[in-house]
């Protein structure tokens, strides 16, 4: 496995590979969830790239990427693992040079979700991830459902851009009990950790009722928000939305659905979701 930390040695290893390039950005502390990524670009490419980078842009100023989990040694062990070519782990300062001015939006998909309590953070998302893919030229890039407005924003960008790779959405890899993983999963107390599952329960239920032929998205959404209000400490948001442009249902799911949720417990922001309506692994134990 080869290490590239700069763009120079980037550029490089990548022109020493032939053949089909599958890609995988990460921002690190990796964990099954990654893993299963990684495994799917190998298995599916001639050879496989991860880029490693806790991307300072897609932050908000009171988020955590000051305490963002760095495990960088372990990170290239489950990269060679997973039978990785190249690792490219760039700094802030490769990244965003002093003059840097060059963005890319997303207009509207950016907006609802996520995206109304993260402002700028797809922005930063679409933009790194198109300098990334200007820089590995990957013939697909491997990106979890788990984010699925990130994996619904970069689906437009390349589309929209005429960017030469394709996405393959990979399914949420969850932990035994149900809890999706998350990088972020570290900063749980045990107790909090907990509380934690109601997430993937309300989704849970939210897909039985689903099964059992319930339609009414006004309905199903007071289901989760029911669930998750005893356990979580702030509901940012429990919304079921159509899948293809992550619009609103004015009233039957009459058309594949996301249901996702956000919100912290404790000081952990947890995202999740399951689709509805659409071949793909529910958010069963
Ligand atoms: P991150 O390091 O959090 O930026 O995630 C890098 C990639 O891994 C993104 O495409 C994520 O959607 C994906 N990912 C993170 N957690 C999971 C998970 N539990 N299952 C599947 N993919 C995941």
């Not at 599958?22 to 893993?35: D, K, N, S």
């Not at 059992?212 to 079921?240: C, F, N, P, W």
Request: charged fraction near 25%.
């Amino acid at each position: 496995m080869k290490t590239a930390n700069s763009i120079d040695a980037l550029r490089k290893a990548r022109a020493k590979l032939r053949g089909s390039v599958g890609f995988v950005p990460t921002m690190g502390a990796l964990h099954e969830g990654h893993v299963s990524l990684m495994r799917r670009a190998v298995k599916e490419n001639k050879h496989a790239a991860v880029s490693i980078f806790v991307n300072p842009s897609q932050f908000g100023p009171s988020e955590d990427l000051a305490k963002y989990p760095r495990t960088l040694k372990q990170d290239f062990a489950l990269c060679k693992k997973a039978g990785v070519d190249l690792v490219f782990t760039p700094t802030s300062e490769m990244m965003y040079p002093s003059g840097f001015d060059s963005w890319v939006e997303v207009v509207e998909l950016s907006k609802p979700l996520c995206g109304e309590f993260r402002p700028g953070h797809f922005k930063g998302v679409a933009t790194i991830v198109c300098k990334l893919f200007n820089l590995v030229q990957p013939t697909r890039a491997y990106f979890g459902r788990k984010d699925a407005q990130q994996l619904a924003v970069l689906t437009r960008m390349v589309a929209d851009l005429n960017m030469p790779l394709e996405i393959v959405p990979c399914e949420t890899v969850r932990e035994s009990d149900g809890l999706a993983m998350s990088s972020r999963n570290r900063y749980l107390s045990p107790a909090e950790r907990e509380r934690a599952l109601c997430i993937s329960r309300a989704l849970r239920e939210v897909e039985r009722l689903y099964a059992k032929g319930e339609r009414d998205a006004g309905h199903l959404t007071s289901v989760l928000e029911a669930a998750l209000g005893a356990e979580m400490d702030e509901v940012q948001y429990a919304d079921i939305r159509k899948l293809s442009d992550l619009s609103e249902f004015s009233d039957k799911i009459n058309a594949p659905a996301l249901a996702a949720v956000a919100g912290y417990v404790g000081s952990t922001r947890l995202i999740d979701n399951v689709v509805l309506g659409q071949s793909g692994k529910a958010a069963r134990k």
